[in-house]
Each structure stands twice: as C-alpha cells, then as structure tokens.
C-alpha cells in the first residue's frame, strides 16, 4: 500500500513526503520529478514546446508506473485528479492524503515559483489560484480518504498527522 499526496502546488506535499517516507522507511517520488526526468526538460518547456494534453499525457503514464508499486510516498502533482483514470490508478493501490491550505496561504508559499507556467490566461495569480482551486476542490475531495488542512502547520507537523493517520489504518 502507498500513501499519495495530492493538492494545490503550495500545500506542503514535496516537504511533507520526505519527511512522512523519512519516518516510515519508505522511499519518496515526486511525480513532477518524474516527469522532467522522463521528458528530459522542464514542465514549463514541456507545456511550451507540446502543450498541457502531452504534459498530462506523460503525467498519467508516470501514475500508472508508479501506482503499481508498493510501500512508497507519492508526491503527486497538483493537476493529477483532473483526469479520473489517475485517480482510479492510484486509488488501488495507495491511502490518499489531500493536503489543503487557503488561497492566501497558497499565494503566499509560491508567487514567485518558475518551474509551472501559468494555468489560467490573463489571470492575476491570486484569481488563477482561486479560480482553479474552485474546480478541483471536489476533485480533491472525492480521491481523497484523508483531508489535512496545512494553513499554519510546520512540514513536521503535517507529516506527524499523515503517519498517525496511516498507523491508525
């Protein structure tokens, strides 16, 4: 069984999955990671060079790998429940956490991040935010078993809250 991360870029879920496989003894992989790696550029060249769909694409094949496997921490992207067949793959497979914080608390932990283009055109980042969390929220809710509010917890305190969870059963 895995654990999967999902949630809005900015929720804690790189931070919170190093430490959460720290703790257990399970290795971590960032979907994103995964994604560069394979593609051999950076999501922002991917999305420029071949567009969202084939940035998605690529995105869907790394979930099916790696909902295959067993005792791992997935870092998964924030735009992974967008396509049901993620969600189905991994919800086989994995106990998912959904790590949520405010649109405040988002704006705040990663205005001024690179390494994703824009999601929304013409948008101030604050509206793209709340624009596109208000279309994957009920994504969120319905992959996720366990939802962890992360607004004014420490990466260590989200993680303590996924292992007590995940020892609860």
Not at 70 to 87: L, Q, S
Not at 91 to 119: M, N, Y
Request: negative net charge.
């Amino acid at each position: 069984m895995n654990i999967v991360l999902i949630g809005y870029r900015g929720t804690g879920k790189s931070a919170a999955g190093h430490l959460v496989a720290a703790r257990l003894g399970m290795p971590c992989i960032g979907l994103d990671a995964e994604i560069v790696k394979k593609a051999g550029m950076s999501i922002p060249e991917i999305v420029e060079l071949k567009g969202w769909t084939a940035f998605r694409d690529i995105e869907s094949e790394r979930v099916r790998e790696f909902a295959g496997r067993d005792n791992v921490v997935i870092d998964a992207g924030g735009g992974i429940i967008e396509r049901p067949e993620n969600t189905e793959a991994l919800q086989g497979s994995s106990r998912i956490f959904w790590l949520k914080a405010s649109v405040e608390t988002i704006v705040a932990r990663i205005e001024g991040d690179t390494e994703r283009p824009s999601l929304t055109a013409g948008k101030t980042f604050t509206e793209e935010v709340t624009e596109v969390l208000e279309r994957r929220t009920p994504l969120y809710e319905a992959a996720a078993q366990h939802a962890i509010d992360t607004d004014g917890l420490t990466p260590e305190q989200v993680a303590d809250r996924i292992v007590a969870l995940w020892r609860k059963g």
